[in-house]
């Protein structure tokens, strides 16, 4: 036995001998106690063995044929089926795949094919790389070849050709010791050689280089040149071009052994055409319908919406998940089930305590009560399954829209009449934070309403606009008001400060530093938060202090809604509303005392503020910048009227952070009056009104709340003390008042 555990270690190229080998052994044994016992047991002795080679990583017949020793009958026949155990071992038979329908019916391709089969057909340099991005179907090509090996539609010199998957990481995986990598690679260029039929396929082709490679080995490129070079082996690589440009053209050698095929994204036509053929094989997989709308909607909206990604691969995806999702909304188990074994716990548990109480009576009648439910358990879970095993649902249009908003985070599901009924009022929403500006907030709502129903250019972001006027007049607030509108969440909203971006070399920081630079890796402050939130509202605050290598950025984004990062990729901005705010010709405005406030009327102050700014825009910004633009809104200046309106709103917000202490105030229209006088400033907007109630109201009120002034009282009157200061009372009323009543107007007590 241990002779025989020496023969096998050595048959298997170990440096020991160890417990594996002695099993070997004792099999081999066929007269020992151990091998009897086997025997006895109903096990063939050569099976036990070939699951311990298996489990070894060797197969029978290569051991035991370089040990030159008698196989069995099994092995015999093992043998008698493959004459390229190693392949067989590290590669997949795609001919084999082909002739058990496993693989997926290619559809079109017929040139790529056809340009396939020409090169495997020349004397020299037979071995073609296909070339193209991934998801456009290279690996698909192949599969379709080997289809037509199995058909018999291929030129004589190709019929009866086996096309082989290499798998490289097989290869590798657990070669421990320098040469066996070498050592496997040659078996399989051997077996590849002697059996003459053979065509490998090595996906990603890329991975040749430097495969192996360890420390004073040679890489798998290298051991392949040869053979490839006098045409001894043929193979097919597929790879894209990013990795082709990057490993193989830089090793002349390699690259000029391969033709290389360019593979092209499909088009619209052609990529529902694909999803038609693929058509059956979801359906008996998901036990679903696809109706054909959807096929070409999948592609319509993939095409749109789902960017950096090619056709037919995103398009596959999406019909992949909408099957997926109606299957499992129709495999959700009947409420009845669960309430049924609901009641089956308890009786069982009630069945138990009768038990233990010696009620045996009580007991047998709760037993029988159980079995009822139990069958009936069995007879709805037999209907539902009959139920699941039918059509479980049909995939449709809408269906397919949800899954590509689930996927990229774009709303475009139709439009229910709630939704509707709110964008046609999107100005009232709007107003409810932003007050006046009329002029930005139809601007802004238009190009909502024109997303939303689907009418807006599929090349350009939903709008383009820039908002000019005074300091402190709601520009940046509109931003944020529309990304809650529209995501229910302020912090959609995709705020950068221009001012940060002054400088020349700083300007690359928003698609990513160049390659070489500190920061390459992390990528571009604009494009990663783009790329991580399509769909979205970018606010670029202050665009005039920027520099102007930012604006030639833009006309990128605002023309073809699309921005190239420093990695090489696409990023999408169609899905944006870009807002871009400016001070422009604040200075003018501060030197013109009458605007807003001054003796002649708002409008023609307005119109005359508007014509100023417009010219003023025209000395910052190019023709072809403007001319990009959907709109540039002028901001009105804002009046008493409306810092009344601000003075209502901000108070509000004080007042709701007061109920949590049980108060609610009562604040008369001479203290706003006071807080609008104290806040009043043109030439700074709203943000001094802001300042104001900080100091006036929030202030003493805060220190009165510490002071305890307030116990026992649930009423705060505000009214004027003086020229300085508002007066504070605290005042217990009667009157119950509602939770989120926070302004009191009525008298109180």
Known sequence: VIEYAIEEARALNHNYVGTEHILLGLLRETEGVAAQVLMNLGLKLEDVRQEV??????????????MGMKMGPSSAAQKQKSKTPALDSFGRDLT???????????????????????????????????????????????????????????????KDKRMVVLDLAMMVAGTKYRGQFEERIKAVINEVKRAGNVILFIDELHTLVGAGGAEGAIDASNVLKPALARGEV???????????RKYIEKDAALERRFQTIPVEPPTKEEAVEILKGLRDRYEDHHKVRFTDDALYQAVELSVRYISGRCLPDKAIDVIDEAGARVRLKNMTPPPDLAEIETKIEKLQGEKDEAVRAADYERAAALRDQAQQL??????????????SKETAGEVDVEVIAEVVSKMTGVPLTRLEKKEAQRLLELENELHKTVVSQDDAITAISKSVRRSR??????????????????????????????????????????????????????VSRLVGAPPGYVGYEEGGQLTERIRRRPYAVLLLDEIEKAHSDVSNMLLQIMEEGRLTDSFGRHIDFRNVILIMTSNIGA??????????????????????????LDKEIEHYFRPEFLNRLDAQIVFRALTRDDLATIVEYELNKVFKRLIEHGLHLDINAAAKEFLIDKGYNPEFGARPLRRAIENYVEDPLSEGLLRGEYKDKNIIKIDVKDEDSLNFKGIKSKKAFKEEEAVIHAETE
């Open 234 to 244: 043929q193979c097919i690589g597929a790879t894209t071009f990013d990795e082709y």
């Open 96 to 158: 084999e795949l082909a002739a058990e329908g496993k693989l997926d019916p290619v559809i079109g391709r017929a040139d790529e094919i056809e340009r396939l089969i020409q090169i495997l057909c020349r004397r020299t340099k037979n071995n073609p790389v296909l070339l193209g991005e991934a998801g456009v179907g290279k690996t698909a090509i192949v599969e379709g070849m080997s289809q037509k090996i199995v058909n018999n539609e291929i030129p004589e010199i190709l």
């Open 587 to 612: 200075d003018l405005i501060r030197n013109q005392g009458g605007f807003g406030f001054g003796k002649r009327t708002e409008e023609s102050n307005y119109e005359k503020m508007k014509e100023m």
């Open 453 to 506: 129903s689907g009418l807006k250019d599929p090349n350009r972001p939903m709008g383009s606009f820039i908002f000019i006027g005074p300091s402190g007049v709601g520009k940046t607030l509109l931003a944020r008001a529309l990304a809650e509108f529209m995501f229910g969440d302020a912090d959609a909203l995709i705020q950068i400060d221009m001012s940060e971006y002054m400088e020349k070399h700083n």
């Open 53 to 66: 080679l298996n489990l070894l990583g060797a197969g029978v017949d290569s051991s035991y044929q370089s």
């Open 374 to 387: 139990l069958d009936e358990k069995a007879e709805v879970k037999r209907a539902w399954s009959e139920k």
